[in-house]
Structure formats: C-alpha cells, structure tokens
C-alpha cells in the first residue's frame, strides 16, 4: 500500500518495480493553443502528486453541494497502491501545438505482419497509470480525463494485469500468459549504470527530455487457442528457454547465462538478445491483457507490451526487426496496436512535464 514520490530527477514508473495492474490511456488534443495545454498538465501534475500519496483531488470527493466534486471519490479509503503516473508526447503532439520534435522521437517504421489498428494506436498524450489495486489506476486516469475536458480527450486506452517483465530480479519472475516466465533478462531497477547507457536521455536530448525516455507501447494479440495445441518441446524452441524453470537452453537454471548458439537459431531469446543486435536494449515493463472474446470463439488476449530506451534506433526498432523477419513466436502473435511517445525527465514540485518546452 505504500507510496511511490511523484517528483524526482526520472520520471517514477519507468526504472520503478512494476506493479500490478496497469491502466494506460492514449489522448487526443482537441486544442492548438500551447497556453491550454500547458493550464492542463500543470493541472494534471498537482492532482498526480495528491492521488500518488493517496489524497483526493483538488478540494476532494465532497464539498461544495451544488457542483460536481473534484475528486470521483471511488479511492476513497484505498491506500496509495504504489500508483505512479508517467506521462509522453506522441510525434503528432509537437506538429499539432507546432512545437520542435526531439530527434530521438520518431514514427515507427511498418514491420512485416502489423496489422495495427488505427483506433488503437498513436496518440498526442499517452498516461501510463501503474498500481498494486486496479481501482486506484483506474481512478487516477478517470480524473485526469475529467479535468481534461475541452483540452484533451481519450483515444484508446488499455487494462492489463499480471506484470509480464519484472524489474526486481531477486523476486519470482512473472509469467505472461503463454506460460513463460517473462522478464528474466530484463534491466534490474537498481541498475543505474545500464539505466543511465540503455534508458534515459541524456545531454543529446532537449533540455526537457534529459532524465525522460522513450516509449514504445505495442498491442500484441496471443492467439492463445493454436498455442494451447502446441507441444510442450514446440514452445520451448521458440524461446529458447524452458518452460517451468525458464532455463535457457544449454543451462538448468533461470538465470544461468544465455549462451547464443546453444538457442535455436531463430529463438526468441536468440533474436532479441543484445549480443545479436549489436548491443540494443530496452526496459520492458509490460502486461497481459484479455479484453473479453472477439466474437469468432477465441479469446482477446494478449501481452500489452511497453518498452523504454534512450534511443529508439538503438532499442525497439533494431529488435523488432530482426524478431518481425524471423521470429519462430510469430506464428502465434500479431501487433495490433502501436504508440510511440517521448516522456520528459523528471517532475519538480509545482511544475509538469515538459514545462520549458511549452513556456
Ligand atoms: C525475452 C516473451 C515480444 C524483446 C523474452 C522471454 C520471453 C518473452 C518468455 C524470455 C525471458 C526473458 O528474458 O524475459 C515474449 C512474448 C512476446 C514478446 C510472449 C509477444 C507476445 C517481444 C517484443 C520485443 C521483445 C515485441 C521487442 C521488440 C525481448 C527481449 C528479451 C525477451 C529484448 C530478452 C532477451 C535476452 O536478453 O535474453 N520475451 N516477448 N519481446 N524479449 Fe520478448
């Protein structure tokens, strides 16, 4: 139930431990005007830091009888949740509000095999809303939606649960939803030196973007039923490690070194792994999701994947290359959905994201 600081020198709910549940929302501006934008998230920032400590928004849930309150009130008695609140500006955020993009951010090319739906891609603002308790992600987007009203609205959004990729790696390794433990190599928390190369931007960044980082979100459907009818050996050569333990092939033990030519040459593990790719490497902080049935008799499920790296060309585009091209796994996944956003650094008492940017 504790809580996590809103202001600091990152960013919290990049390098922080991944909670939960996570309740992420892409917006829409229906503005141009800097001024409005700016009111909103200097708005959006003080009402982070009441509902991060686990405060009501604003003058709270009740109050003045004749108008509807500042806070919705379902958080009411939760405790903080370890809630974080990370926020990003898509590519089309800087051409709406005619701002200069950074050069870190930029479209991602079409990989083979998307079929990304618009409805459920990009987006000028994205929040990523993390917690322990679903109802205190929820509510913090809800209230954010509320005072965004005539500024900015949702364009999609996305529930997860069941943290994919951990970034404690003394704690039991979460498993996605095809079985696999999943996160095992990922950056740890405290590793600040491989946070500092792979993960935050530093001096060939704007101003505003030092300490940020970049964001890669991706909806990835599981076609769960052809997987379920896979064999046991089948779903291991695909990731090249084994199932239970998460071994990789050539050792017993999880976190036993990956040694690369004893991966199935066109393993998951193989293809992703920085050794093949020339040292490319992201923070992954995803969930799975399972949005009800899509009507054919399957289920909608999937892993809502989400990626930070300092440099995009240096991180998620280098690796989905090569696993688009050749991945064994693609037989039973499909991107459909997309967003790529670049988060300022830090937040400091009193100010929001991207103050200098948009004074
Ligand atoms: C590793 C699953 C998509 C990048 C892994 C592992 C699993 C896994 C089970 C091994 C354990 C670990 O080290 O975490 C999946 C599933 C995906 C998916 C089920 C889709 C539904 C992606 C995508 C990327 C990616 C889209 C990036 C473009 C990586 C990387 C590693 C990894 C970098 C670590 C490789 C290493 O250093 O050994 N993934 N993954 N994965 N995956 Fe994925």
Same mark, same amino acid.
């Not at 409805?119 to 005072?147: F, T, Y």
């Not at 064999?231 to 036993?256: C, N, V, W």
């Given at each position: 139930?504790?809580?996590?600081?809103?202001?600091?020198?990152?960013?919290?709910?990049?390098?922080?431990?991944?909670?939960?549940?996570?309740?992420?929302?892409?917006?829409?501006?229906?503005?141009?005007?800097?001024?409005?934008?700016?009111?909103?998230?200097?708005?959006?920032?003080?009402?982070?830091?009441?509902?991060?400590?686990?405060?009501?928004?604003?003058?709270?849930?009740?109050?003045?009888?004749?108008?509807?309150?500042?806070?919705?009130?379902?958080?009411?008695?939760?405790?903080?949740?370890?809630?974080?609140?990370?926020?990003?500006?898509?590519?089309?955020?800087?051409? !709406?509000?005619?701002?200069?993009?950074?050069? @870190?951010?930029? #479209?991602?090319?079409?990989?083979?095999? *998307? %079929? $990304?739906?618009?409805?459920?891609?990009?987006?000028?603002?994205?929040?990523?809303?993390?917690?322990?308790?679903?109802?205190?992600?929820?509510?913090?987007?809800?209230?954010?939606?509320?005072?965004?009203?005539?500024?900015?609205?949702?364009?999609?959004?996305?529930?997860?649960?069941?943290?994919?990729?951990?970034?404690?790696?003394?704690?039991?390794?979460?498993?996605?939803?095809?079985?696999?433990?999943?996160?095992?190599?990922?950056?740890?928390?405290?590793?600040?030196?491989?946070?500092?190369?792979?993960?935050?931007?530093?001096?060939?960044?704007?101003?505003?973007?030092?300490?940020?980082?970049?964001?890669?979100?991706?909806?990835?459907?599981?076609?769960?039923?052809?997987?379920?009818?896979?064999?046991?050996?089948?779903?291991?050569?695909?990731?090249?490690?084994? !199932?239970?333990?998460?071994?990789?092939?050539? @050792?017993?033990? #999880?976190?036993?070194?990956?040694?690369? *030519? %004893? $991966?199935?040459?066109?393993?998951?593990?193989?293809?992703?792994?920085?050794?093949?790719?020339?040292?490319?490497?992201?923070?992954?902080?995803?969930?799975?999701?399972?949005?009800?049935?899509?009507?054919?008799?399957?289920?909608?499920?999937?892993?809502?994947?989400?990626?930070?790296?300092?440099?995009?060309?240096?991180?998620?585009?280098?690796?989905?290359?090569?696993?688009?091209?050749?991945?064994?796994?693609?037989?039973?996944?499909?991107?459909?959905?997309?967003?790529?956003?670049?988060?300022?650094?830090?937040?400091?008492?009193?100010?929001?994201?991207?103050?200098?940017?948009?004074?």
């Amino acid at each position: 139930g504790q809580s996590i600081a809103f202001h600091g020198s990152h960013q919290a709910g990049i390098a922080t431990p991944v909670q939960d549940r996570l309740h992420f929302a892409a917006f829409d501006l229906s503005t141009d005007s800097k001024e409005d934008v700016a009111t909103m998230l200097k708005a959006w920032a003080a009402a982070a830091a009441q509902m991060t400590e686990a405060k009501e928004v604003g003058g709270g849930a009740t109050g003045a009888e004749l108008a509807p309150p500042d806070d919705t009130g379902e958080a009411i008695g939760l405790p903080a949740s370890r809630l974080t609140l990370t926020v990003g500006f898509g590519p089309s955020f800087f051409d !709406k509000l005619k701002l200069p993009k950074p050069d @870190g951010l930029k #479209e991602l090319p079409h990989f083979p095999a *998307d %079929k $990304l739906d618009p409805a459920r891609s990009g987006g000028d603002i994205c929040v990523q809303a993390c917690a322990d308790d679903p109802q205190v992600a929820v509510h913090a987007i809800r209230n954010l939606v509320r005072m965004g009203f005539g500024v900015a609205s949702i364009r999609w959004s996305q529930l997860g649960f069941g943290k994919t990729s951990s970034t404690t790696p003394d704690a039991q390794t979460p498993r996605n939803l095809m079985g696999f433990k999943d996160g095992t190599d990922n950056i740890a928390a405290t590793d600040e030196k491989k946070l500092d190369t792979h993960v935050w931007v530093g001096d060939e960044g704007p101003e505003w973007m030092r300490g940020g980082s970049y964001l890669v979100a991706r909806r990835i459907r599981m076609h769960i039923e052809t997987w379920d009818r896979t064999s046991l050996k089948e779903q291991e050569d695909i990731f090249g490690r084994t !199932k239970r333990e998460g071994a990789p092939y050539g @050792g017993t033990r #999880e976190h036993d070194p990956v040694v690369l *030519d %004893k $991966l199935p040459i066109d393993s998951h593990v193989r293809l992703a792994h920085p050794d093949s790719l020339s040292g490319a490497t992201i923070l992954r902080r995803g969930y799975s999701f399972t949005d009800g049935s899509d009507g054919l008799g399957r289920l909608d499920a999937g892993l809502f994947f989400l990626a930070y790296q300092r440099d995009l060309e240096k991180g998620f585009i280098p690796i989905q290359r090569a696993l688009a091209a050749k991945d064994t796994l693609n037989e039973y996944i499909q991107h459909v959905g997309s967003g790529v956003f670049a988060c300022p650094g830090g937040v400091s008492p009193g100010s929001f994201w991207g103050a200098s940017l948009l004074a």
